[in-house]
């Protein structure tokens, strides 16, 4: 069952005291499938059959005295709620939403967004209310007209969280079930088993020629095994192993930030982080020696495959391969060592270390 | 120095010494009815008054009964210690319990019901109230509240040990408030003797224990059912009508709010302004008379500001009623399939579904269809309590089902594991008209014990019947330090466990699903009864595993003429749902024993007799337990906690229900020993119990002789009789000496021992390296039963 749709309309319970229609005054007791609709252009409660009647021609002023609205056909519903005024304030607020939807994450701090919270709920009323409505409507076309982007950006952001939700619940519901298909086979393997072992005990008894207890005590420890074994798998943590963000991230508010994904571990990198790239120079096409030009140019050199930049390379490195070691902090680093700091120290911590190893042995 | 009631505290005490020095929490079980609860006060109290920190010890037990019985201990205790030291000591100690068990206000203590007694006294105490009056208004005030204004505030009552019977005289004298007096004497007490609510039930346990500090010792005692004292404080059912009153509540409050707008905009001004500064600024004015708490806060939530689109009243007030809404819609929808017309009245009735949630699931539809966040949802009871105290409610009553529409709404989106939702058309099992109830139930007992298990270092839960002591844990999520069952040191053999097996024509005998009716078993069942009314002096109590087994069992006795038979030896009662029909059979059945004519009460495992009555001496000589008490398992509820164990706590359905069903029929068992002079048969009449023995308290194992384990009902009668003439010979309380009471010397004599027994054991240690510890196989009884075949299908 798709629980969304399922969820949509509800009938009316059957003694409630409104249950005549309006309109044309027939009542759930003579037509006990009747069903009321509304129109959310003035929600005044009709049922199926005045809808069809007054409606099926095309729009319609609506048949309530002092409305006179005109309706159309196609935009009767069910109605959902109960209460006809949270019904309405519902249609507002989903209008509403769909414009204000801006996320916390979006502000500076939490009172920022608490702020524009209020002020939305102000607004809503407002249309809810009658008050200033048309100042308050004309605010949420040009709030809606000037952060479009946003609004769309923001609207994909929450119909993928949703989606995310939703396939989560889906996948746990799956593995759920699994966990409990195994319970459960377990329980009936586990009872197979025993039944089997009494089974091996009689056929024992009354074939074998060993006394009977041993026969009973050998099974006994046989089965005592067994059912530690199954204990010990069982301890074992038993969840197959879903989607790693199914259960490392659950659902709360601070997740707002949540929906990035994991980022993709790196490469594995064997010199730690070390790379050879230069800090400290860059290295140039062309350096001009003189006496380096023959070494250019002299083929008796460069026939076996001698280049100048190669030289040049390694003679810059070499020059500043050093600048990357800080004598004074390597220094500093031994004196930190147990032992204290000198040649004398090291000296009697391999004493000390062969001491320990004496007393091992 | 002070003599220690019995030897299992001997031992009780060189463990349980360390672990109130060292901290860490425990799990002892201690043989019912031996002075457990004496054993346990005084040698806290002993320890409590040798060094200087007199830690406070929290005593907790279950009914108003209990809490009376240890205060009465405690009392005699102090005067015992007093006697021997010669002095008396600097001590306070004293019990709580609710507002209408110790309200003196002429009128409000006539109300029936404990929550309208808690409301007309918030109305007579509330510090607007006060204001009101001493602004020259018109309004009554409770004068036995007023007085205590006039006392030292730490000083409100002498020192001493005060029961509760004791406070309200005092009360009554001093014409001052017993409720208020103990509560705001708390913080002074060396030893509080209270309701587990007052612990467990974050709804209170915020507002009365929230000053204890944190090396209180906390005891639970009769500890036996706290996982689901746990549950149950944290699980909400809400109806169509507890939904109807809360929309009424909304509408009282949205006018109320419109009235302060005309009258005294400024004090909703006021509170707008510190909810924009957050919750705790606003909670500042919070006291004793505060409304209601909030359910298991987190502490983050508290310091942070209210949500900005719930913080002025008017939207606040809109929240709650589309939320009420939402859950309105959910509650037809599980009659929706009632009222599709075309189907016949059978078919519809069975399609009527359950419905179950996870909270997540629950919030993202809630959010579909109403715009509903998960933030300004976990704000809302506080949000209420806070709106409540600004419009200065009085009658509070009116609000009590919006306020568990709040609490649910905060409890709902605060935790996302360990709770489902359940939604069932019909109310209970029986009812045929349906009634959709909205279940909110915790699964995890963990969630509402845990704050006392962080809070506090040391935590004892005992019972006469807690085994297996390691289900304890793992349900309850703590780790213990000492883990223990200490068995009963008795001068004579007092009580006779016998499982019965067969009838004396052989025939299994046994509740199981598939053979529980047949008329054979039933028989042997009655035969059994019958000959135990025969040749049991005075009392029986015979359990059912539930009402409906009960119910048809005894109308086939009818027809087997049984119950003729029974009849003319002993009265027979029987227990009803109803407690006035319950409390009224009991009182006949205590008379027919008193005058000798002898009675038979038939009762459930998991009735009120069951755990609350105790049935010494000639109130109870046998108990029969009939069948195998295991919970009604088609359930959700239960299975979804199953479910729950399972997966979070790896407990196995199995052994989880059988665990239950053991620890409700030794609870059963319990009940006809309740002293060191009393005596009484126990009789399991059932084939599975002979495998479930293990999972018996150890002292009840330890009486319970191999060949005894797999009796007929002759053999049974047989072994009875021969028992009852032995205790039929005089016993003398001398008799009891160095055996089950022990004077100085046998104690230092013990002491030896243990050091020796300890000498030689570090010796051996010391030979043998270290040594394995001993695998115990708790559950023998992996045996797939009858009845729990039915969880499957
Ligand atoms: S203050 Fe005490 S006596 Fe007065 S109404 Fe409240 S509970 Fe009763
Ligand atoms: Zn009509
Ligand atoms: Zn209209």
């Known amino acids: 069952m798709s629980k969304a749709t399922a969820r949509g309309g509800v009938p009316r319970r059957p003694g409630d005291e409104d249950d005549i229609c309006p309109v044309c005054k027939s009542s759930r007791y003579l037509n006990p499938n009747m069903r009321f609709l509304v129109n959310p252009e003035c929600y005044h409660k009709m049922c199926e059959s005045c809808v069809d009647r007054i409606f099926s021609q095309g729009p319609a002023p609506c048949p309530v005295a002092g409305c006179n609205r005109t309706l159309r056909k196609q935009r009767f519903r069910k109605q959902t709620f109960e209460d006809i005024q949270v019904e309405r304030e519902v249609d507002i607020r989903k209008r509403v939403a769909k414009v204000f939807n801006r996320r916390q994450d979006e502000f500076e701090t939490l009172d920022d967004y608490n702020d524009y919270l209020e002020e939305v709920e102000t607004l809503t009323f407002n249309l809810l ?47 759920a079930r699994l966990r409990r298909e195994a319970a459960r086979k377990e329980e009936e393997d586990e009872k197979k088993a025993r039944e089997e072992g009494r089974k091996e005990v009689l056929e024992q008894l009354v074939h074998g020629n060993k006394p009977a207890a041993d026969v009973v005590k050998e099974s006994k420890r046989v089965e005592l095994l067994k059912r530690r074994r199954a204990q010990q798998s069982r301890a074992l943590p038993a969840l197959p192993s879903g989607t790693p963000s199914a259960n490392s991230n659950p659902f709360t508010f601070k997740g707002l930030k949540s929906t990035a994904a994991p980022t993709p571990e790196k490469p594995y990198d064997p010199f730690g982080g070390l790379t050879d790239e230069r800090s400290y120079y860059t290295l140039q096409d062309y350096y001009e020696h003189p006496w380096l030009d023959r070494a250019r140019t002299d083929t008796h050199i460069t026939a076996g495959g001698y280049t100048v930049t190669e030289y040049c390379a390694r003679a810059m490195f070499e020059a500043f391969s050093g600048l990357g070691v800080f004598v004074g902090e390597e220094v500093a680093g031994r004196g930190d060592l147990p032992g204290g700091n000198g040649a004398g120290d090291a000296v009697a911590a391999a004493e000390a270390a062969a001491r320990a190893e004496k007393g091992v042995s | 120095m002070i003599a220690l009631p019995g030897p299992p505290t001997v031992q009780l005490s060189n463990e349980y010494i360390g672990t109130l020095d060292a901290g860490g929490h425990c799990v002892l079980e201690m043989p019912s009815g031996t002075g457990k609860t004496v054993s346990l006060l005084s040698l806290i109290v002993a320890y409590q008054q040798y060094y200087p920190e007199h830690r406070k010890l929290i005593y907790c037990s279950r009914t108003m009964s209990e809490i009376e019985k240890a205060l009465a201990e405690l009392k005699s205790l102090m005067k015992y210690r007093a006697d021997q030291l010669g002095r008396d000591e600097d001590f306070r100690g004293l019990g709580l319990t609710s507002r209408k068990n110790l309200c003196l206000h002429p009128s409000v203590k006539r109300e029936k019901s404990g929550n309208v007694v808690d409301a007309r006294c918030r109305s007579l105490t509330a510090g607007f109230m006060k204001e009101k009056k001493e602004r020259g ?18 000083n409100l009552i002498p020192p001493g040990v005060w029961t509760l019977d004791g406070m309200l005289r005092y009360g009554e004298q001093q014409k001052q408030c017993p409720y208020f007096t103990a509560r705001r004497m708390m913080p002074f007490c060396n030893v509080i003797i209270y309701s587990y609510h007052y612990l467990l039930d974050p709804k209170i346990a915020e507002r009365v224990s929230k000053e204890l500090s944190k090396d209180c010792i906390v005891v639970f005692d009769e500890a036996h059912n706290i996982d689901n004292v746990c549950i149950e404080s944290l699980s909400i059912d809400l109806t169509e009508d507890s939904l109807r009153k809360a929309t009424r509540g909304a509408n009282n409050l949205e006018r109320k709010v419109t009235e302060m707008k005309s009258t005294d905009a400024k004090k909703l001004q006021n509170e707008y302004e510190k909810l924009v500064a957050g919750l705790r600024e606003a909670d500042k004015g919070r006291q004793e008379d505060a409304f209601m708490a909030n359910p298991a806060l987190p502490d983050d939530l508290l310091k942070e500001a209210v949500p900005g689109n719930i913080r002025r009243a008017e939207h606040f007030i809109a929240f709650l009623k589309r939320f009420v809404e939402y859950l309105k819609v959910q509650a037809t929808h599980a009659l929706r399939p009632l009222l599709s017309p075309s189907d016949s009245i059978q078919t519809r009735m069975k399609v009527l579904h359950v419905i179950s949630e996870t909270p997540p699931s629950f919030l993202q539809h809630l959010k579909d269809l109403t715009f509903i966040e998960k933030k300004p949802l976990r704000f809302c009871a506080e949000r209420l ?26 409890l709902v989106a605060t935790y996302e594991q360990g709770f489902l939702l359940i939604l069932e058309p019909y109310e209970s099992e029986t009812a045929t008209v349906p009634n959709p109830v909205l279940h909110f139930t915790c699964l995890d007992a963990a969630i509402a014990i845990k704050p006392v298990f962080d809070r506090f270092s040391s935590v004892i839960i005992t019972s006469g019947t807690i085994s297996p002591l390691e289900m304890y844990p793992k349900m309850l999520g703590f780790a213990t330090v000492v883990q223990e069952s200490y068995t009963m040191t008795l001068a004579r053999r007092s009580f006779l466990p016998m499982i019965v097996t067969r009838g004396s024509d052989q025939v299994a005998i046994s509740s199981g699903f598939q053979i529980r009716n047949e008329p054979s078993v039933v028989r042997n069942y009655g035969n059994l009864v019958m000959e135990f009314s025969k040749l049991t002096p005075d009392g029986i109590v015979v359990f059912f595993p539930s009402y409906l087994y009960m119910e048809s069992i005894i109308s086939m006795w009818q027809g087997m003429g049984i119950l003729d038979e029974v009849w003319k030896y002993k009265l027979i009662l029987v227990e009803t749902p109803d407690s006035q029909e319950t409390s009224l059979a009991l009182e006949t059945y205590r008379t027919a024993c008193c005058n000798g004519r002898g009675a038979v009460l038939l009762c459930v495992a998991r009735g009120k007799v069951s755990e609350g009555i105790d049935f010494d001496h000639h109130y109870g000589r046998s108990v029969i337990c009939i069948g195998v008490p295991f919970q009604y398992t088609e359930s959700r509820i239960l299975k979804a906690r199953l479910e729950f164990l399972r997966e979070n706590y790896r407990i196995r359905e199995n052994d989880f229900l059988s665990f239950d069903a053991m620890r409700h029929a030794a609870q059963c068992l319990g009940r006809v020993l309740r002293g060191k002079d009393d005596y009484g048969i126990m009789v399991l009449a059932d084939r599975r119990f002979q495998k479930k023995r293990t999972q018996l308290p150890k002292w009840i194992q330890q009486a319970l002789l191999d060949s005894d384990t797999n009796l007929s009902t002759d053999m049974a009668v047989a072994s009875a009789k021969k028992f009852l003439r032995t205790m039929a010979q005089p016993f003398h309380a001398r008799d009891q000496e160095g055996i089950s009471t022990w004077s100085l010397a046998d104690l230092e004599r013990h002491k030896e021992k243990i050091e020796e027994e300890k000498i030689r054991e570090l010796q051996e240690a010391r030979r043998n390296g270290a040594r394995g510890g001993a695998v115990r196989d708790e559950f023998e009884d992996y045996e797939m039963e009858a009845v729990m075949m039915e969880i499957d299908t």
């Open chain 2, 385 to 410: 309590t806070s709106l409540v105290r600004t419009l200065e409610l009085t009658s509070i009553e009116d609000y009590q089902s919006l306020q568990e529409v709040a609490t649910f709404a905060t």
């Open chain 1, 129 to 175: 209310n009658g008050v200033d409505v048309s100042a308050t409507e004309s605010k949420l076309t040009e709030y809606a007209t000037q952060n479009a982007s946003i609004i769309s950006r923001n609207a994909t952001l929450e119909h993928q969280e949703s989606a995310n939700l939703e396939a989560r619940q889906a996948a746990e519901r799956e593995e």
């Open chain 2, 137 to 154: 208004e018109d309004v009554e005030l409770c004068i036995y509240h007023d007085n205590l204004d006039l006392l030292e505030p730490h």
